[in-house]
């Protein structure tokens, strides 16, 4: 069974179109995020959910909206899409945010993003 | 000032011989500190985290931890061509109600046989 799991894995669109990546952990953590890696593999955290809370929002444009249904799942839903929202986007969860391994990050798989 | 920073590399090593991946960072109210491995178009994966000054082994790997200087590395000893990935820092800050864990920019590692 996969521990976070994200789809789509590839996602390839046009300019100005509106996409969303679902992300899913099943190892019962707290804690979920979305990262964004970019072509120079520069890993930068955009959002951060802790129980279904909104706990850090970077300085991401508002084009990009999280949400958290259950402390299961997080999607990253994007509107307008740009060129350089192309990147690899990351989920990872991690079982909370206090004790040091409870900070330790589990990845899923990414989903490549590709705006043409 | 970058918050990580780590030299992009790359750095090449014969097989066999110690690895070792240098990271600085600065806010000096950090609290825990990992190092991940990734491979070319995979994601990120823990080899270790480390939160007291000091050195923790875990078999090949030892990270070290020099909270005066602002400073955590990572040694592989015995170095395998498998060892060769991307190497990310990670740092988690000091805002304690949040798990804001900053990555630095990651150094490729290469092992030549």
């Known amino acids: 069974d ?3 799991s994200q789809t789509p894995k590839y996602l390839v669109t046009q300019m100005g179109n509106d996409k969303s990546i679902k992300c899913e952990q099943n190892l019962g953590h707290d804690t979920m995020y979305w990262y964004k890696q970019d072509s120079k593999k520069f890993l930068k955290i955009m959002f951060s959910y802790n129980n279904k809370e909104l706990i850090i929002n970077e300085t991401v444009p508002n084009r990009f909206s999280p949400k958290s249904p259950d402390k299961a799942h997080l999607n990253l839903h994007i509107n307008s899409l740009e060129l350089g929202d192309s990147a690899v986007y990351f989920c990872a969860s991690s079982l909370g945010t ?14 490549r993003l590709t705006v043409l | ?6 030299n992009s590399g790359p750095l090449s ?3 066999g011989a110690i690895a070792s991946l ?10 825990s500190f990992f190092w991940y491995r990734q491979y070319s178009g995979k994601s990120p994966e823990l080899i270790m985290f480390i939160y007291s000054n000091g ?6 790997f030892t990270a070290q931890l020099n909270k005066a200087s602002q400073y955590v590395s990572l040694l592989i000893r015995d170095s395998q061509p498998s060892d060769s990935a991307t190497y990310l820092c990670a740092v ?3 805002y304690s109600s949040a798990s804001k864990i900053i990555f ?9 046989p």
């Not at chain 1, 206090?98 to 989903?111: D, I």
């Not at chain 2, 630095?104 to 030549?112: K, P």
């Open chain 1, 2 to 4: 996969t521990a976070v």
């Open chain 1, 98 to 111: 206090g004790l040091s391994g409870a900070n330790v990050l589990t990845f899923g798989a990414g989903s």
């Open chain 2, 1 to 6: 000032q970058k918050e990580v920073e780590q």
């Open chain 2, 13 to 15: 090593v014969p097989e």
């Open chain 2, 22 to 31: 240098n990271c600085t960072y600065s806010d000096r109210g950090s609290q």
């Open chain 2, 55 to 60: 050195d923790k082994e875990d078999g090949r």
């Open chain 2, 92 to 94: 988690k800050g000091r």
């Open chain 2, 104 to 112: 630095g920019s990651g150094t490729r590692l290469s092992i030549r």
